[in-house]
């Protein structure tokens, strides 16, 4: 069986596997490279294995170093505002030869693959990430072909392909393992042939070469790029002016690369906290700051913002535009729905509601609502005691004579009442009998 790809993502599978399997068996593994997951697979896998190495001659035994022998490794320090010239310049100077330019994420490719196509004039560029499916057989059979050329890509072609004549093996930002930093460089001086790789570093990134060494037997030699690098980052900006799926490629490319940074297996020395994000942004072109949860609250007054309205960029692609203007008139409209506003009247105290004439007239109404309310209370209950009796007349509980006996009694009974309590009013001593 072999291991084209990343050795430790296939251990457990392989294990799975290899349970199924007759113990009686022959069995081959091959592998590009000799890693300790590989040594553990070994083990579990063969019972007695006789192995065969591929070396070059004049190579020691004894020798720990990981990458081929005739590969020639450097290293490079520039501020990040001028990472992009120095790799411009050094393709424009190396355009007749074959090299691969490795970013780490999909975003950087796409925006900084199509600066490149125009910057760098009478070259072949091609552009190659995960994202694309179908493509991807395509481009990589197109640019094995050439003599020369640039293809820029991620770590999808750092490992199990083969491009031949590879010249320069650029990693434009050091990928988030130091494992594949090693397989990056395979890619040229293979079989044999003499091959060289450079990576860019910040400043604040050096310390990446002593790990390097240390951790992937792998030195570095540094080398000083000319000081007189032309500026091509106002290109770059006339480019998202013109085009605005170029302004959105660089929005893009600069988020992902602050989000893969904060990623970084090594930690210690790829901080993200220690970015300068306002030269990093000048770095990457960019018209404005995108908005991204690293610089909520950062002003960045480092970074000047273009004075165009960024949203009247149009796109090239007219269908594209066409699509773009009609969704902004179907958002303003969503902002234009007006509601029927309330009219709310403010309330007016009491007194200034009414007149001082008005509040006399309820006050005397009152009044005598309550100096009457026991006669309004007997007529009220002589209605109910009439209703109660025509009832019972209707039900056939008693006859009319009751009925007109009852009701009569109903009327001289309340009178009878009234004059013995004037009696008793006016009688002397005020006594009741």
């Given at each position: 069986?072999?291991l084209?790809l ?11 596997i ?16 000799q ?9 579990a896998?063969?019972?007695?294995p006789?192995?065969i190495?591929?070396k ?5 035994a004894?020798s720990?170093q990981k990458?081929p022998s005739?590969?020639?490794n ?8 001028n990472?992009f010239n120095?790799?411009v310049?050094?393709?424009r100077q190396?355009k007749?030869?074959k ?10 490719v ?17 552009c190659?990430?995960?994202k694309?499916?179908?493509k991807?057989?395509k481009?990589?059979?197109d ?11 991620t ?8 491009i031949?004549d ?9 990928p ?8 990056r ?6 079989i044999?042939?003499?091959g060289?790789a450079?990576?860019?570093l910040?400043?604040?990134?050096e ?13 570095l ?8 690098v032309?500026d091509v980052?106002?290109k770059v900006?006339?480019?998202a ?7 959105d ?5 600069f988020?992902?690369?602050v989000?893969?940074y ?5 930690s210690?020395i790829?901080r993200?906290?220690d ?5 990093l942004?000048r770095?990457f072109a960019l018209?404005r ?9 950062d ?7 273009t004075?165009v309205d ?11 535009e066409?699509?773009r203007?009609?969704?902004l008139?179907e ?9 029927p506003?309330k ?6 105290s009491w007194?200034k509601q009414r ?5 006399r007239e ?5 009044r ?5 309310s026991?006669?309004?209370?007997e007529?009220?209950q002589?209605l109910?005691?009439?209703t109660r009796i025509?009832?019972k007349?209707?039900k ?6 009751d ?9 001289s009974?309340?009178?009878s009442k ?6 008793t ?9």
């Amino acid at each position: 069986y072999f291991l084209p790809l990343k050795d430790s993502f296939f251990v457990s599978s392989l294990n799975n596997i290899l349970g199924f399997l007759p113990k009686q068996r022959r069995t081959g593994l091959f592998s590009a490279t000799q890693t300790q997951e590989l040594e553990k697979l070994v083990r579990a896998g063969l019972r007695n294995p006789v192995r065969i190495t591929v070396k070059e001659k004049g190579v020691a035994a004894t020798s720990m170093q990981k990458t081929p022998s005739r590969l020639s490794n450097y290293y490079t320090i520039c501020r990040s505002e001028n990472k992009f010239n120095h790799l411009v310049t050094f393709l424009r100077q190396h355009k007749h030869e074959k090299n691969l330019v490795f970013f780490s994420t999909c975003a950087c490719v796409e925006y900084y693959g199509r600066a490149l196509e125009v910057l760098v004039k009478k070259a072949d560029v091609h552009c190659i990430h995960g994202k694309m499916k179908n493509k991807r057989n395509k481009i990589f059979a197109d640019f094995r072909a050439l003599k020369s050329g640039i293809l820029v890509c991620t770590d999808v072609m750092a490992r199990g392909i083969d491009i031949p004549d590879v010249n320069w093996v650029l990693q434009y930002d050091p990928p988030s393992n130091a494992s594949a930093f090693v397989h990056r460089c395979g890619r040229t001086a293979r079989i044999g042939n003499q091959g060289n790789a450079l990576v860019f570093l910040l400043p604040m990134e050096e310390a990446y070469v002593n790990f390097l060494s240390i951790n992937q037997k792998c030195p570095l030699q540094k080398m000083v790029l000319s000081g007189d690098v032309p500026d091509v980052l106002p290109k770059v900006k006339t480019l998202a002016l013109a085009d605005r799926a170029m302004f959105d490629r660089g929005m893009r490319a600069f988020v992902s690369y602050v989000q893969a940074y904060a990623k970084h297996e090594c930690s210690l020395i790829f901080r993200s906290k220690d970015l300068d994000l306002a030269t990093l942004a000048r770095g990457f072109a960019l018209l404005r700051l995108p908005k991204m949860p690293e610089l909520r609250g950062d002003t960045l007054p480092d970074f000047k913002e273009t004075t165009v309205d960024t949203d009247k960029i149009r796109y090239k692609d007219k269908q594209r535009e066409k699509l773009r203007q009609k969704l902004l008139l179907e958002l303003k409209d969503q902002v234009k729905i007006s509601y029927p506003k309330k009219n709310f009247i403010k309330n007016k105290s009491w007194s200034k509601q009414r007149s001082k004439k008005e509040r006399r007239e309820k006050r005397s109404a009152k009044r005598r609502r309550d100096e009457g309310s026991d006669v309004e209370d007997e007529e009220m209950q002589e209605l109910l005691n009439d209703t109660r009796i025509l009832k019972k007349l209707k039900k056939g509980k008693i006859t009319e004579e009751d009925f007109e006996n009852q009701i009569s009694a109903q009327i001289s009974g309340p009178k009878s009442k009234h004059k013995a309590g004037a009696a008793t009013h006016e009688g002397s001593g005020g006594e009741e009998v």
